[in-house]
Every structure is written in C-alpha cells, then in structure tokens.
C-alpha cells in the first residue's frame, strides 16, 4: 500500500526558517518525481515545487523561488522542503504528492503558520 | 507561465443535476496535458481526470472530461451527495506546473 506522510509543520515567525519533511513507503521512491502544492486558507490549490528522481533538478513556483528548496533523500525514503525567508503569505497546508505531473497519491498535509 | 481560468466560480446544484465545469488556459497546454482534481475540507486533493479525459482509477464514470488545446470541460453526469467539493484543473505541459482557481460545486 502506498502511504504518503507529511511532518515538519508549526508555528513560524516571518523571515523564519522551517523545513517540511515527507517520507513514503509502499513504493520505490528513487522511481518517481516527487512534488509540493499547498493551499493556504480561503485560498485555491497553489503548485510549489518538484523534483526529479535523481534530486538532480528542482523547479519552483514564482512565489517562492529563491526561498525554499526542494531536496530528497531516496535511501531514506524521503523528501524534504526547506522554507526560508517566511512570509505570511507562506501560511498554507503543504501536501506531498508522489509525480511530477499529476501527482495520484497524496498526504494529508502539514500546516505552516507564520505569524509573530 | 500559464494561466488557468476555471469556470464558474461557485456552481449550485442538486444531487441528481448535471455539473459543467470550464477551464480555460491562457496558452495551449497540448491536446492532454490537463488533469483534474476534488478537493473536500480538510482532505488532500483526488485526482479524477488526466490526459484530459483519463479517468484515473477507481474514479466513477459520471466523472468526464474532454477539450484540448486551451479549452476543457469537466462534466460531472448526475451528482451525489459526496460530489459537492472544490474541483480544480492543472495543467502539466510546461513547468511551473499551475491549477486554476478552482470551481466550488454545493449544494442547492
């Protein structure tokens, strides 16, 4: 069975730090893309990043280019992304989701507060 | 990138209508690479349709999808009670990959 589970998330102030960890099981990780939504609240299903098998390549959202990185650990069974220079606007659920293009399999999130 | 534009925003339905949701893309994403997802509160998204008018497993066949290019239409053929969500489309042709705003589907 494939399983999908989110960790990491809390309570951040802005311009904070936070890394979101997303480890898996039921399938070989090293297989597939691997990839990041989130929706923040009141708000729409918003893509943020992937990466590829290898962890060779990541590609990201504009609105938080430069600030989070996408990174995976395939021995490990997991994947991670590290958030820096929080916004309030950050604030969402983070889901990870296994594929880079429409992802099937899904977690069921992890919250990210960023408040003072 | 591209932009996706879903409509309506909200639809209002009862269980047994028809359901016709709109996506719209700003540039043409292929004649496939278009994916739809549910979305309940609380819930991680589901996806329904990819390639277009794939259903993925398990998904029943009152779902469907159709259109290509930069036109598509999810279609749901008689609601039940457990359809009444937040449906969205993604579009897989070029990266950033991108949803739409979303269409709220509730009950009348």
């Known amino acids: 069975e494939v399983q999908v589970v989110e960790s990491g998330g809390g309570l951040v102030q802005p311009g904070g730090s936070l890394k979101l960890s997303c480890v898996v099981s039921g399938f070989t990780l090293s297989d597939y893309w691997v990839t990041w939504v989130r929706r923040a609240p009141g708000k729409g299903l918003e893509w943020v990043a992937n990466?590829?098998?290898?962890?060779?390549?990541?590609y990201y959202a504009d609105s938080v280019k430069g600030r989070f990185a996408i990174l995976r650990d395939n021995d490990k069974n997991s994947l991670y992304l590290q958030m820096s220079s929080l916004r309030a606007d950050d604030t969402a659920v983070y889901y990870c989701?296994?594929?880079?293009?429409?992802?099937?399999?899904w977690g069921q999130g992890a919250l990210v507060t960023v408040s003072s | 990138e591209i932009v996706l534009t879903q409509s309506p925003g909200n639809l209002s339905l009862s269980p047994g209508e028809r359901a016709t949701l709109s996506c719209r893309a700003s540039?043409?994403?292929?004649?496939?690479?278009l994916a739809w997802y549910q979305q309940k509160p609380g819930q991680a998204p589901r996806l329904l349709i990819y390639?277009?008018?794939t259903r993925a497993a398990a998904i029943p066949d009152r779902f469907s999808g159709s259109g290509s290019g930069t036109d598509f239409t999810l279609t749901i053929s008689r609601l039940e009670p457990e359809d009444f969500a937040i449906y969205y489309c993604q579009q897989y042709s070029s990266l950033p990959r991108t949803f739409g705003q979303g269409t709220r589907v509730d009950i009348k």
């Open positions: 540039q043409s994403v292929g004649s496939t690479s």
């Open positions: 990466i590829n098998p290898g962890g060779s390549e990541g």
């Open positions: 390639g277009a008018s």
């Open positions: 989701g296994r594929g880079g293009r429409f992802p099937v399999y």
